[in-house]
């Protein structure tokens, strides 16, 4: 199992970001003793951002996998493949990623069917083994290994929760959208706007989260805002930016719409 | 008269005193608006209108007012106007002649153009056309009631409505009342509640209702504030207009805002309750006892000020709607010499506070304008208090004497999205304020005594207009009576045999769909599609999908019925070569029925309906989703009534209101019936067959299945337009029910 070339794996530009409370701490604790972490908070707030800034500052490698309903056991550990000369293994991420000791993060891990969940169990309590039952081998762990999930509990359905004996296996943090002044110095940061302007974005993302739950299932993220400040730079005006990138992404309802259009015109004046 | 009018004189043919000692003012005012045709018109119209015979007054009314009229619009006018008034005094309705020309001035100046107006005659004509009735022959001989009420209420309506609005509002009375002189009277002085809320639904600008949930909003997403709304009508204070204003009960605003100065409704209605929100967010109550009423004048105006800069430092884009809005008084526009000035000072110094342009010149504003931004600045937003210490100073400073005059001047003083501040006062002593009567209100009126649930109210579908009439029908539920449930089993014991039958048909519809589950990695075959696909990809070197198996499985029913039966007076008819009534036969139907239904486990509701005109539709519930077809049910399906008409479309609404609660993949409802919808109010087949067919319309609409079994042998006629192709069975022979029904409806679910 040589052959994996682990340096694509590894992050080398430091990705930019900002500490909302005292969460890298906790991660770094949760890294020295090996505890599964996962990650809950709606989109955009910065969870994959989070886990390659650590994996970054830990200089470790990170292997993603994005999860989606039709995702099998199989496609986590690995299933055998037919070739001229019978049968080969190919090993899944997960299983690559316990062999060379990379932390394995599983994005919105709900999405995926809870048998295919059960994989993980016995990679995340005291075993940490990771056992190929078709091929006959049982992997343990690199000593770097790391499981991360993260999952997003707001817009999913009742029918798509973790099971409980999942759960239990990880230690969680709870992200939000961070609070209006590091969420400004975070689009400033990150898209290169003024200070003045990245307030404003932070203002109307807070009029739409005020209205989750009312119609609308989620609220303006931080991704988002990014995106309307890059747009301002590229020269477009203000208001519209905000329409393009606010507004029209996160709704079809007409009645939001016109209250986010003029929540934009009140603050852009 | 002078003699210099006299050849006109001579034109006109009539010799009322009181037109002789006018004429001069009269024909004045035509030569100077009237061309020479026009004036000729204008004296033969008049000399026709004398001819009639019913006064002098509309003769000087027309005399009076066709110059300025004519002169506005189009000389045309001038015959038209005395040629219907001619063709009426030919009609039984000679009595509208006078309303008739006291609303004219009016509605011209509303009007405004002469396309309009005589728009606005075609109207009138019609309505008065089909509202004049006769009663034998062909004739007509009746005066129409309601016209001269509705030409009364033209200018308060014209006030109200756009031409439109108008035309529909007029057409819907005459519509509905043609047949009935009292309720046209009710309808077309705004008496009735349906003429009213006609009136509502017809106005112009920007209707509260149609904005409710974005106005939640806006308050709930940019104040983060939540109250109700509480909307209140500008049609019917005349003389004193309410403005919003907020207690613990919710904000009140007007139910329709007009665009003014360019800020369009939505934005009006976003300003007030930016305003009250502000409050809301920013003023603490202050002791009102110490302030005189200048005092307290000042005090609201400056705290409006305050909480406006907080606001637009927060939403600087609304400065400039506030500007468009706020009046904009005019320096020495008031002469405290005859008028009491303080409105219009406070007006200016509130401009001035919120425009730097503002251009005053009066040493006071200047100076409390500086003294306020100096106190908003300085000290964090400032506080109400501190407010009222600047407005007692500004009263102090520009006290005059005219101040205590009576006669206030308002006119540009009123900025119109501010509300009445009455939450920024606490009293101590209870004075002579108004709102020390709202402590003294009697106690609650006792509530009303009921046996049963209050009435719901379903509009009605009119295929004349195609819109839907607002809460049209009352529907009062209620639970079916009992009576003795052995009567059902004696029933079922009866048909017995055919019990039998049915049970075997249901054992094999039991099982139902076989259903595939494809894509399976272990399934029980193999999916020879799937399979090659990968076979194929595996060829091409590409990754193959190893779930190549899929499996079967059963799905269970999942199936919601709402069975409705008509419970018409004809239910009691017995029909040809039968001994018992379609009721009895309905009866054991039904039983059977819902004992079949029983039997497979579906989700299954019975309720019947009969109506007895729109105010009174009974819909009585005979077994509920959560029951059994127990006792209970079967005393129910026992005491089995018939009685009334049978108006559909109400219950079929309320009934889906109940299925559409279900959770089910499939929902069907049943509707059991003997002839077609119809009820005692209502002369017109089609209307009430439209109307049942909107209702079903409805219903698949929301994803609802509708079926119909109708009794009635005629029903080919106008079933199929009701339920669609497939959507209904007619079954001919009524005593073949029992067994047809359950068999009917094990055929559609399966």
Redesign the interface.
């Known amino acids: 199992m040589t052959d994996i070339d682990i340096e694509q794996y590894k992050i080398t530009e430091e990705p930019f970001y900002e500490a909302q409370e005292d969460e890298v701490a906790l991660y770094e604790a949760a890294y020295e003793a090996r505890l599964p972490v996962m990650i809950k908070g709606p989109t955009g707030c910065g969870k994959s951002r989070f886990i390659e800034h650590m994996a970054w500052k830990l200089g470790k490698p990170v292997i993603t996998v994005a999860c989606n309903e039709d995702m099998t056991a199989s496609d986590l550990v690995g299933r055998y493949l037919l070739d001229a000369n019978g049968t080969r293994w190919l090993d899944g991420p997960l299983t690559t990623a316990a062999r060379i000791g990379a932390i394995c993060y599983l994005d919105e891990i709900v999405e995926a069917r809870q048998d295919t969940t059960v994989v993980i169990h016995p990679l995340t309590d005291h075993r940490r083994t990771l056992p190929l039952d078709k091929k006959g081998e049982l992997i343990e762990a690199h000593p770097d290994f790391q499981l991360v999930i993260s999952y997003n509990p707001g817009y999913q359905s009742l029918m798509k929760d973790l099971k409980q004996s999942t759960k239990q296996r990880f230690t969680g943090l709870d992200f939000e959208y961070p609070d209006s002044k590091v969420e400004t110095s975070i689009v400033v940061k990150e898209a290169g706007t003024d200070e003045e302007t990245a307030g404003k974005l932070v203002k109307i993302a807070h009029t739409a989260r005020n209205l989750k739950g009312h119609g609308l299932d989620e609220g303006i993220s931080t991704r988002l805002l990014v995106y309307a400040a890059t747009l301002m730079n590229k020269g477009i005006e203000a208001k519209r930016a905000c329409r393009m990138a606010l507004v029209r992404p996160i709704t079809d309802d007409a009645d939001i719409r016109s209250t986010l259009d003029n929540a934009i015109d009140s603050i852009f004046g | 008269m002078t003699t210099e009018y006299q050849h006109y004189r001579d034109k006109l043919k009539c010799s009322f005193e009181q037109i002789e000692e006018c004429f001069d003012d009269y024909i004045q005012d035509a030569l100077r608006n009237l061309t020479n045709k026009g004036v000729e018109d204008y004296l033969s119209g008049a000399s026709l209108i004398c001819m009639i015979g019913r006064g002098w007054e509309p003769v000087s009314i027309y005399l009076e007012k066709m110059p300025q009229m004519a002169q506005q619009l189009d000389e045309s006018i001038l015959e038209i106007v005395s040629k219907a008034v001619w063709d009426m005094s030919r009609s039984p309705n000679g009595k509208a002649i006078p309303p008739f020309m006291q609303c004219l001035p009016e509605a011209a100046r509303r009007l405004g153009t002469i396309d309009q107006m005589q728009h606005f005659f075609d109207i009138l004509n019609e309505m008065v056309e089909n509202t004049t009735t006769s009663v034998h022959g062909h004739h007509k001989t009746h005066s129409s009631q309601g016209f001269p009420v509705l030409l009364q209420q033209v200018p308060y309506l014209l006030s109200q409505l756009s031409l439109e609005g108008f035309k529909n509002w007029v057409e819907y009375g005459t519509r509905n009342y043609r047949t009935h002189p009292g309720r046209q009277v009710d309808y077309f002085s705004l008496q009735s509640a349906d003429s009213k809320a006609m009136l509502q639904r017809e106005r112009h600008g920007t209707l509260y209702m149609d904005n409710e949930?974005?106005l939640?909003?806006?308050l709930?997403?940019?104040w983060?504030d939540e109250s109700y709304f509480v909307p209140y009508s500008l049609g019917f204070d005349e003389l004193r207009k309410p403005i919003p204003y907020y207690d613990s009960l919710g904000i009140r605003v007007p139910d329709v805002y007009d665009d003014l100065n360019g800020v369009s409704g939505?934005?009006r209605y976003?300003l007030t309750i930016a305003h009250i929100a502000a409050h809301r967010r920013w003023t603490t109550a202050i002791i009102a006892d110490n302030f005189s009423p200048f005092q307290r004048v000042a005090i609201e105006h400056l705290e409006d000020s305050r909480v406006e800069y907080l606001m637009l430092k927060?939403?600087?884009?609304?400065?400039k709607h506030l500007l468009a809005l706020h009046p904009k008084p005019v320096e020495g526009d008031c002469d405290p010499e005859k008028e009491s000035c303080i409105r219009h000072r406070l007006a200016m110094l509130s401009r001035a506070i919120l425009d730097e342009n503002h251009g005053y010149k009066n040493e006071f504003v200047l100076d409390f304008v500086e003294r306020f931004y100096k106190a908003v600045e300085e000290n964090d937003g400032s506080s109400t208090k501190e407010m009222a210490d600047i407005a007692i100073l500004f009263t102090a400073r520009t006290r005059l004497q005219s101040d205590q005059s009576p006669n206030i001047r308002f006119e540009n003083t009123e900025v119109d999205y501010r509300d009445d501040n009455r939450h920024m006062w606490m009293f101590i002593e209870e004075g002579d304020e108004e709102e020390a009567f709202d402590d003294h209100r009697d106690a609650k009126p006792e509530e009303l005594e009921s046996d049963g649930l209050p009435p719901r109210h379903y509009p009605e579908w009119d295929y004349g207009t195609s819109t839907f009439k607002p809460d049209w029908v009352s529907l009062y539920e209620s639970v079916h009576p009992s009576a003795n449930s052995k009567d059902i089993d004696v029933i079922l014991d009866k048909h017995k045999a055919l019990a039998k039958q049915l049970k075997q048909i249901l054992d094999m519809l039991k099982p139902q769909q076989f259903v595939r589950v494809r894509?399976q990695?272990e399934g029980s075959e193999l999916d020879l599609d799937v399979a090659m696909r990968s076979l194929i990809d595996?060829k091409c070197g590409a990754?193959?999908d190893?779930?190549i198996n899929m499996s079967h499985k059963h799905d269970g029913r999942d199936i919601a019925v709402m069975l409705l039966l008509d419970l018409s007076a004809s239910l009691n008819d017995v029909p040809e070569g039968s001994e018992q009534t379609i009721l009895q036969l309905s009866q054991e139907a039904v039983s059977l029925l819902s004992w079949t239904i029983e039997q497979l486990g579906d989700k299954f509701a019975i309720a019947g309906f009969h109506s007895d005109t729109r105010h009174n539709v009974r819909y009585y519930h005979i077994k509920g989703y959560s029951e059994h077809f127990d006792d209970t049910v079967k005393g129910r399906l026992a005491a089995m009534d018939a009685g009334f008409s049978t108006r559909m479309g109400g219950a079929i609404r309320h009934a889906s209101h109940y299925l559409d609660a279900q959770k089910a993949d499939k929902k069907i409802m049943l509707i059991l019936t003997d002839g077609e919808p119809s009820d005692i109010d209502v002369d017109d087949d089609q209307y009430l067959i439209s109307d049942t067919k909107k209702a079903v319309d409805e219903l698949s609409s929301k994803g609802m299945y509708s079926y119909c079994i109708s009794l009635d042998k005629k029903a080919d006629d106008y079933i199929q337009d009701i339920f669609g192709a497939g959507g209904y069975s007619v079954i001919d022979r009524v005593e073949k029910l029992p067994e047809k029904l359950p068999l009917l409806f094990t055929a559609l679910t399966s």
Do not use: A, L, T, V
């Open positions: 949930r974005k939640d909003m806006f709930r997403s940019m983060e939505i934005d976003r927060e939403y600087p884009g609304m400065k894509y990695e595996y990754q193959p190893p779930r």
